[in-house]
Each structure stands twice: as structure tokens, then as C-alpha cells.
């Protein structure tokens, strides 16, 4: 009997030949200036293709939306061009990849804005690093984001309008959908959680106005793209970065009843893969699947054995995998054949050359 993580699934008008995907994850390869997407990144992705679908590292929709040295954006003609060439690639390798696109909201420094000031719903510290390059020496390191400014009522709907055209300007590149990066502290989950978000408007206070900015933008890519193109990841039970909510369940199942109702092709969960994480209740699990009818996708740390096991149970329908792809660009291959996966270099996480990004080979023939 054939293991439920190599079985074919329909994902919208994408049929996927296993049920493993490539979770998103920053590299900081891109060519500089411009933050481009280049021909080492389609090596990578390319190499990656045999897997179900790929979810693309998280990508910046404007300048604002930035928080991390060399990250890719898609709001350029350059970027644009850049990104064609990577989905080209995935795609001749017969692959398929969606666009993660991102707005890192606090989570930023201040050498990436004008003013000195990241932005977010309300002025409050997210006790967070971000990966920073030092101009005078080349390197990166972790370094502390400052406070950042509370947004305006003008400024967020003109986020919003950044979204879709990023959006817009995915499918132009040749993505076959977008992934709306609602997870991890950035700026959408920032706007979902009472503890990093104090607006008395129709952005906060209220489980209903907090989810209202990820609906908003929801919503409107669905109508730019099609809700069968759009997936949204969002992260639950992440409590790091002042993310701690404990009404943050609630608001993501009540997200979840209005996003079943835009018809959106799939909630991604970002579990938190620490070594002292909390542990997914299956309650929130079985919630889900009744209030949420899509596709399911989880993330984190998961094994062959895990993983079989919750598409099973029918908590899920697809697996991602993030780490063990750096190191194993034939991670479906390996699986499948219980064949040994290699180790990282954790030196080589980011920026750099094709050194621990497109050398790692393949056992797959």
C-alpha cells in the first residue's frame, strides 16, 4: 500500500504528484542591488521541483514590507524579470510554485526605511532580531529591530493595494498561485493578535476587526488572481516576538469561517518547531476541519512517519518540509526510499554563494 505522503492531490488547477511541499524558507541569495531574484535561486528551486508543489521564501511587496538583508522582491520590473526566470526553471523540471508574499511590519531595522522607523499597527516592540548585512564589512548577523511607528488608516488600505499588486505581479512572473504570509510575527499576524496591536478602529480592538486587514487583503487578490490561486499561512500557536495572544485561537478559527467563505485553496498552519514548543491540541485540529473545508497544509518538523500518519488521520492534506530540503534536494526520492538525509551547513543559511544553496547533490539519478 502506497504511503498517503507519496499519493497524488488536486490543489486548484495544480495536480500535485505527491503530497510533500517545500516550505518557505529565506535564503538571502539575491543579486544586489534591487534585492533580484537570479539564476543560482532558479538552480535551487529547479532542484527542488520533484516535490508536490513549492512554496517560494518569503517575498516583500514593497519597499516598506522589507526586513531582511538580500530577500527578494516582486515589485520591480527587475524583480519581475528575475522571478520568470526562476518559475521558468521550476517549471521545465516539472515542478510547481507558489509566490509566499510578505510584510514584515515590525519586524524590520532602520536601515531599510527612509525614516528610520518600521511600520505596525500600534507603536509596540516585537522584542525581536532580524538578519542584517553590515555595509562596511559584507556580513550579516542578527542584530535588534527598533520601535516601530503606528500606521495610518490611508497607509494600511495602501498596503492592502500593495498586496494585490504584488499579486498581480506574481502570476506575471509565472507563479501558479500566491501564498499570503500571515504567520510568524509579521505584519498580518501583528494585526490578528491583541498583544501587538492596540487600534480602538476597524483594524483592532474586536476578534472581528482584527482579522479584518487579512480579509481585506484576501479578498481582493482573490478577485485580482482567483480564490483557487491563494492560499494564506497563518501560525497559531507561535508565542515568540510578543506574539503571545491567548484569544488568538479563537480569532484564527473565526478567520478561518471567513476565509471558507472566499473559497481560498488552502490554509498553511506554521507550527512552532522549538525544542520546548507547545504541542498542536487535536481539538484545534478537528476545529478546524469543521469550520474550513479547503486544503490543509502543516508545517513543522515533521518526519516521513508524522506525516503519514496526520494525512491519515485526515487532520491534514498535504506535509511540508523545511530544513531537510536545504540538504536533500530529492527529499521525495529520499523519503520514499528510506534513504539517509544529509546534514546541513548551518553556516550556509544565508546570503553567500552556491556554497551549502546548489551544491548539496541529489541521490536521485
Keep these: 500500500m502506497t504511503d498517503p505522503l507519496f499519493t497524488p492531490y488536486q490543489l486548484g488547477d495544480n495536480t500535485l504528484p505527491n503530497r510533500i511541499v517545500m ?4 535564503r538571502a541569495r539575491t543579486t544586489q542591488p534591487g534585492d533580484i531574484p537570479n539564476e543560482m535561486m532558479a538552480a535551487y528551486y ?12 518569503a517575498t516583500q511587496i514593497s519597499p516598506q514590507g522589507k526586513g531582511y538583508s538580500f530577500t527578494p522582491g516582486i515589485f520591480t520590473a ?16 516539472g515542478g510547481r510554485i507558489f509566490s509566499q508574499l510578505w510584510h514584515v511590519g515590525r519586524m524590520s531595522h532602520e536601515s531599510f526605511h527612509d525614516d528610520g522607523k518600521p511600520v505596525a499597527p500600534s507603536a509596540l516592540s516585537p522584542d525581536a532580531q532580524v538578519w542584517v548585512v553590515n555595509p562596511e564589512t559584507g556580513v550579516g548577523e542578527m542584530v535588534d529591530s527598533p520601535l516601530p511607528r503606528a500606521l495610518e488608516r490611508e497607509e494600511i488600505k495602501q498596503i492592502e493595494q500593495d498586496y494585490v499588486q504584488a ?4 502570476i506575471e512572473a509565472g507563479f501558479d498561485g500566491v501564498e499570503i504570509h500571515g504567520a510568524n510575527g509579521y505584519l498580518i499576524d501583528q494585526f490578528l493578535r491583541q498583544t501587538s496591536n ?6 483592532g480592538g474586536s476578534q472581528e476587526n482584527r482579522i479584518r486587514f487579512l480579509l481585506n487583503v484576501a479578498q481582493a487578490i482573490c478577485e485580482e488572481i482567483g480564490a483557487h490561486s491563494v492560499g494564506v499561512r497563518l501560525s497559531p500557536f507561535i508565542t515568540q516576538r510578543n506574539m503571545n495572544d ?32 507547545p504541542t498542536i491540541p487535536e481539538r484545534f485540529r478537528r476545529d478546524l476541519r469543521a469550520v474550513y473545508s479547503g486544503t490543509i497544509i502543516v508545517a513543522g518538523k515533521y518526519t516521513k512517519d508524522r506525516g ?16 531537510p530540503f536545504i540538504a536533500n534536494p530529492d527529499l521525495p526520492y529520499r523519503l520514499q526510499h ?16 552556491d556554497k551549502g544553496y546548489t551544491d548539496y547533490p541529489a541521490l536521485q539519478k
Design 78 to 93: 527587475d524583480q519581475i524579470k528575475g522571478w520568470k526566470t526562476v518559475t521558468s526553471k521550476v517549471h521545465e523540471a
Design 23 to 26: 516550505a518557505p524558507m529565506t
Design 198 to 203: 492596540h487600534r480602538s478602529d476597524e483594524y
Design 338 to 353: 528510506q534513504l539517509d538525509l544529509s546534514p546541513l551547513d548551518g553556516d550556509t543559511l544565508f546570503g553567500g554563494t
Design 246 to 277: 491567548p484569544e488568538i485561537i479563537d480569532t484564527i478559527l473565526k478567520a478561518a469561517v471567513e476565509l471558507e467563505k472566499l473559497g481560498i485553496s488552502y490554509i498553511h498552519l506554521s507550527e512552532a518547531d522549538w525544542d520546548d514548543a
Design 308 to 323: 503519514n500518519q496526520i494525512l491519515a488521520d485526515q487532520l491534514a492534506d498535504l506535509v511540508a518540509f523545511g530544513r
Design 46 to 57: 529547479a532542484q527542488r521541483a520533484s516535490t508536490g508543489l513549492i512554496i517560494s521564501e
Design 167 to 170: 499579486a498581480r505581479n506574481a
